[in-house]
């Protein structure tokens, strides 16, 4: 039975804050303690209207009204995983209908269509290390040439940067400073979800047992090596997957200590479990609305206003414009070509609603690359050489791209 997060209210350690020092802190610049997090986490519904208030704020101060997405193309590169998360509907197992890697041909075929709508942005989404854990994996790469799926993954990304305009932004899970070491040349950024700091989740019963990768401390660890190597890299948190709201509170804050000591994590996500068929998680409690905005006003008031956070829109098809309220800046990415193979069954909204639906809340949407801007304005600092001036010329002085947008 799977621990929803109805099931644990605020935090334990709410330890005297209120919910209006909290956002007076958040106001003057101070940054918030896990007490003030706790607090606005499990503020009364009430206070729910006065926080993305001040979030918005935050969010104005920093980032004006601009709102931003990246067009990008998903390339699935393989839908084996050594892992198998309690809702996740793209890993497949061997005999499974879909359980494949994708082969050169084909990986160049997607981004080749993506070019031609327009696309600046690869996403390689994969499952991670298969081949410690299938031999179906081993015998795909075996045939391909390959031993391990990351050295796989790395040669279709320097197929992708040889052969299309796209940049490659890779989402491979849990690395080593090797392996990161080994992708920073083809792939300017790369991505991980934190998910959660709670290790309740991998015990028998939980969204992440069974999934060796879905260790917090590795994942921190990962985060950490990135920031290291300085590479603008995008994480971000998967609300109601049976976390407490203490915890969500715990992972923003864990996400905040690692980018206070390296300043690369480009972008915050948060994203709604969505309970899907034929998962072990079918049965379980989605987020609504209303948590989904506590969430992100929290993680802003949290994260502070210089913070790109962010959050797909197809999770909540008819009302994702009401997020903008809790002060997020980004829509991550869209794709006018391949479905969002993580959650197929929610479309991408066309790039034409996503600039109506943020123009009535006040925004305008702009395009932007992989590499958020603030990374481009530093190119020595945090681009391999053979990205430092072919990235920024794509850009505009706010570091957005320029071009007129082909609107679908
Ligand atoms: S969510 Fe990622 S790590 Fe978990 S089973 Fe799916 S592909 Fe594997």
């Not at 067009?71 to 309690?86: A, E, M, W």
């Not at 600046?120 to 081993?138: I, Q, T, V, Y």
């Not at 994590?265 to 506590?294: H, L, S, W």
Request: net charge negative; proline share 7%; glycine share 8%.
């Amino acid at each position: 039975m799977f621990v929803t997060s109805e099931s644990h209210e605020g935090g334990s350690d709410v330890g005297g804050t209120s919910v209006e020092q909290a956002l007076e802190a958040a106001l003057t610049g101070r940054p918030l303690s896990n007490s003030d997090g706790y607090a606005l986490m499990a503020a009364p519904p009430y206070a729910l209207h006065e926080m993305c208030a001040v979030a918005r704020r935050l969010r104005l101060r920093c980032k004006g009204s601009t709102v931003t997405y990246s067009r990008k193309v998903f390339i699935p590169l393989t839908t084996l995983c050594r892992d198998s998360c309690g809702y996740c509907t793209f890993v497949k197992s061997p005999g499974d209908v879909g359980a494949r890697t994708l082969n050169p041909d084909e990986v160049l075929d997607i981004a080749r269509a993506g070019e031609k709508a327009g696309c600046k942005e690869a996403l390689f989404s994969l499952g991670e290390r298969p081949e410690l854990r299938h031999e179906l994996a081993r015998a795909h790469l075996r045939s391909l040439g390959y031993t391990t799926m990351l050295e796989y993954l790395r040669e279709m990304c320097a197929l992708v940067l040889r052969e299309t305009t796209l940049v490659p932004h890779v989402n491979p899970g849990t690395l080593t400073s090797a392996e990161i070491f080994a992708l920073r040349p083809v792939s300017p950024s790369m991505g991980m979800m934190l998910e959660n700091v709670s290790t309740r989740l991998t015990e028998p019963g939980g969204a992440h047992y069974g999934c060796p990768d879905k260790d917090p401390n590795l994942r921190l660890n990962t985060l950490r090596m990135a920031g290291e190597l300085c590479v603008p890299f995008t994480t971000g948190i998967l609300i109601g997957i049976g976390e407490t709201r203490a915890e969500r509170v715990d992972s923003l804050l864990a996400l905040r200590r690692i980018h206070s000591d390296y300043g690369h994590i480009q972008e915050v996500i948060v994203q709604n479990f969505r309970a899907k068929e034929g998962t072990r998680m079918e049965g379980c409690y989605e987020p609504d609305v209303d948590e989904m905005i506590r969430t992100l006003a929290v993680a802003r008031l949290l994260l502070g206003g210089e913070m790109n956070i962010q959050t797909p829109p197809n999770l909540t098809p008819l009302e994702y414009g009401r997020y903008l309220t809790a002060g997020i800046n980004d829509w991550g990415g869209i794709s006018p070509v391949t479905p969002d193979h993580i959650n197929p069954e929610a479309a991408w909204p066309k790039i034409r609603e996503l600039k109506v639906v943020s123009a009535s809340e006040g925004y305008t949407l702009r395009e932007r690359l992989s590499v958020y801007p603030r990374y481009l304005r530093d190119p020595e600092h945090w681009l391999e050489t053979s990205f430092r001036e072919s990235l920024p010329s794509r850009v505009d002085n706010h570091g957005l791209v320029g071009e007129p947008e082909m609107v679908i």
